[in-house]
């Protein structure tokens, strides 16, 4: 059996950020054919002396100016034919973030980078529209049970911008009673004396979210879910 191969690895970034009740995914314009011009996720392909975690890194910042030291691994996608120049296998990751916590800046492979709103995207280079579908859904599944939404928010915050937080990410409405009930029923948010108004009615307490608290009741079995 012939063993050899031409296969070539690539990495690809999801990243998304959280502002102003809207979910937003990061992407690249194209400087180089194939889909020159075309909008696609930041990546490239792995060097030979280096890891895929360390790809994924250099290859956000260089095209982008963003440097996030924790992206999750995805999946893998390695359809035959998603490269139109030779057979390529993606190893995606993505991660959240703050927008406003990053200058980006297009360079070395893209000619532009911007923030779109994920219901809003243009049309999407080589199987990158699937990716997004897939990391979408891996993000609206994470939020039911890590409490990884509190990480988009300010540090203090309106019970009622995380609610929103979340009916943004999950593309639905959601129950504010039974939501803020069990939210509350974790133990895991510290009430404030601070109040702050959203700019509709009277002001409301603060809240923050106690990390500490959080890791301490996970070793104990604590299952975080909603």
């Known amino acids: 059996m012939d063993i050899s191969q031409t296969i070539k690895v690539a990495v690809d970034a999801v990243v998304f950020g959280y502002r102003n009740q809207t979910l937003f995914l990061l992407l690249i314009q194209r400087k180089l054919e194939p889909y020159r011009g075309g909008w696609a996720l930041p990546?490239?392909?792995v060097l030979d002396n280096e890891s895929l975690e360390?790809?994924?890194i250099r290859e956000l910042h260089e095209e982008t100016n963003v440097t996030i030291n924790y992206l999750e691994q995805l999946y893998t996608f390695g359809r035959p034919d998603r490269d139109p120049r030779f057979r390529a296998v993606a190893v995606a990751y993505y991660a959240l973030v703050k927008p406003d916590a990053f200058e980006i800046a297009a360079s070395t492979d893209a000619d532009d980078v911007r923030w779109f709103d994920v219901n809003d995207l243009p049309e999407l280079a080589f199987d990158h529209a699937k990716i997004i579908t897939h990391a979408l859904e891996r993000l609206r599944n994470k939020l039911t049970y890590e409490p990884v939404g509190f990480g988009?928010?300010?540090e203090r915050f309106l019970?009622?911008?995380f609610e929103k937080l979340y009916s943004t990410i999950l593309n639905k409405p959601i129950?504010?009673?039974n939501f803020r009930k069990k939210v509350m029923s974790f133990g895991i948010l510290t009430?404030?004396?601070?109040k702050r108004s959203d700019g509709k009615g009277r002001p409301a307490n603060l809240f923050q979210f106690d990390e500490d608290q959080y890791f301490k009741l996970k070793k104990q079995g604590f299952y975080f879910e909603l």
């Open 54 to 56: 360390a790809a994924v």
């Open 43 to 45: 990546g490239g392909f």
């Open 159 to 161: 019970f009622s911008d």
């Open 152 to 154: 988009l928010l300010t």
């Open 175 to 177: 129950d504010r009673r």
């Open 191 to 194: 009430e404030l004396a601070e």
